[in-house]
Nanobody, 119 residues
């Protein structure tokens, strides 16, 4: 199996910063896309950022958030700067993993970490 462990959420003031981490472990042969999604109360889950050979960002976070990955550690990070109250949401890690002995990639989600930004 594959496990995703997220960390780094919490409370920040508007204009502040937080850094999220998500480490994948288990029977991993290869990782394709790694990314972050978020879901605010009453809203649909939305993509925040993803990274493979290129990176993609939601328009709402461009210039403020930076996604990166450490392939040796199977870990993806999200550096969030200039936080706004509208960034408040549960943030979920997303990883596409090729498990050892398997021929296709499967998607895995973290349990989510709460980010709250106060004004």
């Amino acid at each position: 199996q594959v496990q995703l462990v997220e960390s780094g959420g919490g409370l920040a003031q508007a204009g502040g910063s937080l850094r999220l981490s998500c480490a994948a472990s288990g029977s991993i042969a290869s990782i394709n896309i790694m990314g972050w999604y978020r879901q605010a109360p009453g809203k649909q889950r939305e993509m925040v950022a993803s990274i493979r050979s290129v990176v993609n960002y939601a328009d709402s976070v461009k210039g403020r958030f930076t996604i990166s990955r450490d392939n040796a550690k199977n870990t993806v990070y999200l550096q969030m700067n200039s936080l706004k109250p509208e960034d408040t949401a549960v943030y979920y890690c997303y990883v596409e993993v090729l498990r050892s002995g398997y021929a296709t990639y499967s998607a895995y989600w973290g349990r989510g970490t709460q980010v709250t930004v106060s004004s």
